[in-house]
């Protein structure tokens, strides 16, 4: 079985930025390739991390393979030279984490404890959270614009004015490029794209793969979904960030989000109808859709920290170090080594893991002005068939932050709550209708008949008092 997980970043030439006030031509995704023979395995799902400012545009790309390390393949269309550098799958983790959809259990409402009791203190009505060498090549037509080793990979940009002159290349180099999709190449080629390729050198297994970053000069996002396409099924998943100074959203795909009055908690079975709702939504445009989860403003500093102190602390490099691959066991961890993702470390150590991640972050927040970065979460469960039309991105008109936390507006049943007895004992629960109903009839307490015991009531002990009070007035009247 082969899979292949791979994101992109890119644009259609002359994509309009309105947000960030330019124009730029664009850059574009890759395809992930096995032998014709070893396509049985689909991609399912896809995680993209776009990182957009005036300076430059990063794409940050897992890439998730199993099978044969010779047969793996990975190209990308650009536009001009990039530069490719390592990252690891924990800076996936932690913005996927901090930007998460929570649906919360709404407020349970029960009536609070009886006040004749006097010694309750007065719960709370919430319920806890529920809870990505430069020359002429070899074949005919094609130039080698640049060629370096990126930890475990071998790269190479190339040029070419003729699509078949290119899949030609691509195919005697090693690259497995299936038949039907090398139309899909000459397109882009067509349309005036290079291309960097991606594989793994020779000896590296694929436990050494670790996700890739790829930067090109200037702003520009796009996604061409056309390139998405190879090696999907009838749906593919496929959940972006963008990391801006702002809000985006597609500019060709339509766009939903879901409100809290469209969320229904069910508390037979303490889970929310979220995805539900979601998955109605996506199907009335088709499998074209696209849900903008969440919009955070959120500190640079914080996501800085989360990650230094995973690497730091986790007992690990954070997966930031590139393994045996390296450079061949020259690189030293330094920063230099880290920011182009030669270096293997020493020892592997987490200084040099410190090292790589500062230089991730470096490129992450990249002409973004502290101390915030407004992250955007979007996802799709895309239809193959729309997968043959490239997606533009662009800032939002609504450039208004939008929460990931959602408190359900309907709800479906009643909680439990607690019932009282007269002594202002919890005796049990019931639905939070009948447990209102017996504390107001009852004026804080059920109507539960009392445990059989002889307490002092109030009027009872002014009563014993008065009678001590006769008897001791009597005494004093007793002549002497």
């Not at 030439?13 to 031509?25: P, S």
């Not at 550098?85 to 924990?90: F, K, N, T, Y």
């Not at 806890?128 to 940009?157: K, L, R």
């Not at 270096?343 to 915030?372: K, R």
């Amino acid at each position: 079985m082969r899979s292949c997980v791979l994101a992109a970043l890119v644009g259609t030439a002359g994509v309009a930025l309105a947000f960030l006030g330019g124009e730029k031509d664009a850059h574009a995704c890759g395809g992930c390739f096995t032998p014709p023979t070893e396509n049985e395995s689909v991609i399912t799902d896809e995680k993209m991390l776009l990182t957009v400012s005036m300076q430059q545009t990063t794409l940050y790309d897992q890439i998730n393979y199993s099978g044969s390390p010779a047969s793996f393949a990975w190209v990308l269309p650009i536009k001009g030279t990039v530069t490719v550098g390592l990252s690891a799958d924990i800076l996936f983790q932690i913005v996927g984490n901090l930007t998460a959809t929570q649906v919360e259990t709404p407020p349970t409402n029960c009536p609070p404890p009886p006040s004749c009791a006097g010694l309750f203190g007065t719960p709370s009505n919430n319920g806890g959270g529920a809870a990505e060498g430069v020359g002429s090549g070899t074949g005919s037509g094609v130039t080698v614009t640049a060629q370096a080793q990126v930890g475990p990979y071998e790269t190479v940009q190339l040029h070419s004015s003729d699509g078949s002159a290119l899949n030609n290349w691509l195919t005697g180099h090693g690259y497995a490029i299936p038949a039907s999709t090398q139309p899909i190449i000459t397109s882009y080629v067509t349309a005036g794209f290079d291309f960097l390729a991606l594989k793994l050198i020779p000896g590296a297994g694929v436990q050494s793969m670790q996700p890739v970053r790829v930067t090109s000069q200037g702003a520009a996002l796009s996604l061409p979904l056309h390139m998405v396409a190879v090696g999907t099924g009838p749906t593919t998943g496929i959940t972006i960030w963008v990391v801006a100074d702002g809000r985006y959203e597609p500019k060709n795909f339509p766009t939903f989000t879901i409100a809290d009055s469209e969320i229904a908690w069910d508390w037979s079975t303490s889970s929310s109808n979220y995805e539900t709702v979601r998955l109605a939504k996506e199907a009335t445009f088709g499998g074209r859709g696209w849900q903008i989860e969440s919009s955070l403003e959120l500190s640079q500093y914080t996501i800085s920290q989360s990650l230094l102190q995973n690497v730091e602390y986790g007992g690990t490099t954070g997966g930031y170090l590139a393994g045996p691959a390296g450079d061949g066991g020259a690189g030293d961890g330094s920063a230099a080594d880290a920011a182009s993702g030669s270096g293997t470390g020493t020892g592997g150590d987490a200084g040099g893991g410190l090292a790589a991640a500062n230089a991730d972050l470096d490129v992450l927040f990249a002409g973004i002005s502290p101390p915030n970065v407004r992250i955007t979460r979007m996802r799709s469960d895309v239809a193959q068939s729309a997968l043959s039309v490239d997606m533009a991105l662009q800032a939002s008109s609504d450039q208004s932050e939008m929460t990931n936390l959602h408190t359900p507006g309907q709800q479906i049943g009643e909680p439990q709550c607690a019932i009282y007895n007269s002594d202002c004992e919890q005796t049990g629960t019931a639905p939070r209708s009948q447990a209102i109903a017996m504390a107001t009839s009852s004026n804080g307490c059920s109507t539960t008949q009392p445990k059989s015991r002889t307490a002092p009531t109030l009027a009872g002990l002014m009563a014993l008092a008065g009678l001590v009070l006769v008897r001791s007035r009597r005494r004093a009247r007793r002549p002497r």
